[in-house]
């Protein structure tokens, strides 16, 4: 049980308070709400150009790291479909350095033509590497357009293309930043050793003054329901065949979302796992296979992906995988297999529930889905589901129709 105190700042910021007098440390974390998803389709990539610019230097301080460095501190940031999150780690002593930081680059972020330029390089950089020259590197680049015909979830956090990025203009990046980056739009915590007492007013002294900015609605594109089975095959340089499909499923509040999140586990968590006992160890189709889901806050994606072992053929390596798919839907989970995957699930939770920065971030992101309070009783909602709950959703997401497949296969290499 974690547990928090929260209040509101009148300018619509969102302050939740964690208090652990166990550690000498403090963590500062502020989740926007705003991901890839509320990019303009024309113009991708920005929420993660934003990452970076984020360190780029705000108005008062220049160089955002070397503050903190004097004190001992940590930082960092993420970038999802659906959220962007910074944090700071750093001796509870120093916390005031953090909200100091945090607060004027919310307020006053430096927007100049060079620190565009610097960071829109080490984006395109990025793109290069680790999207477009690297095996399977641009796997979501081609997946998420295959799922998503409507829904902005169609394009990866690093964009659609390059092209997006060389051309973000500093008007474009400053309308982009008022848009999402205020105090109404925004979830911070604080955790560790530091009185609620204390934070408020630190909150209050350092964020209070910040306007409150216009509140962000969104308003996204639904996607219709799959009708037809879809397919995509690629020949790369890559050193193995890759099967990857992809099924539509509910979203992280929707009905379903933690039947399905057990069922990734029960087919691929551990080397007991359903796809790894039979596809890798019994009958030697794969040299490695995974089941996932993405945890997002809108209508999700569910993806299987496997390596064939070179003699497999993709069919056969196909149809091993459906078997399995078409097992769980006909018959029911044995008990002693679902207590098994359950109680994998209640360790990690417990786990979670560890580290300060878990803690922060899980109570951010809950505060933004709606009530910090239900990361409290996530174990329980998993704990709660049935066998018959799990083959009605194996029943629900697991139709051809409903799958969208993509095949990288390996260039042969002529001698």
Known sequence: MVKFNRFTLDNGLRVIVHEDHTTPMAVLNIIYDVGARDENPDQTG???????????????????????????????????????????????????????????????????????????????????????????????????????KKHPYQWATIGKEIKHIEDARIADVKAFFKKHYNPQNAVMVIGGNISTEQAKQLAEKWFGPIPAGEKYHRSLPQEPVQKEARRETVTAKVPLNDVYIAFHMPGRLDEGYYEIDLISDILSRGNSSRLHRTLVKDKQLFSEIHAYNMGSFDSGMFVIEGKPLENVSIEAAEAAIWEELELLKKQQIPADELTKVKNKTESTMVFSEMSLLDKAMNLAQFELLGDAGKFNHETERYLAVTAQQIQKQANAIFRKENSSTLIYLAEKILN
């Open 46 to 148: 920005f929420a993660h150009l934003f990452e970076h610019l984020m360190f780029g230097g705000s108005v008062n301080i220049p160089q955002y790291d070397e503050p903190l460095q004097r004190v001992g501190g940590e930082n960092n940031a993420f970038t999802s479909n659906d959220i962007t999150n910074y944090y700071i780690t750093l001796p509870s002593a120093n916390i005031e350095t953090a909200f100091w930081l945090e607060s004027d680059r919310m307020l006053n972020l430096a927007f100049s033509e060079k620190s565009l330029e610097v960071q829109r390089n080490v984006v395109i950089e990025e793109f290069k590497q680790r999207y477009l020259n690297q095996p399977y590197g641009d796997v979501w680049l081609r997946l998420r357009p295959l799922v998503y």
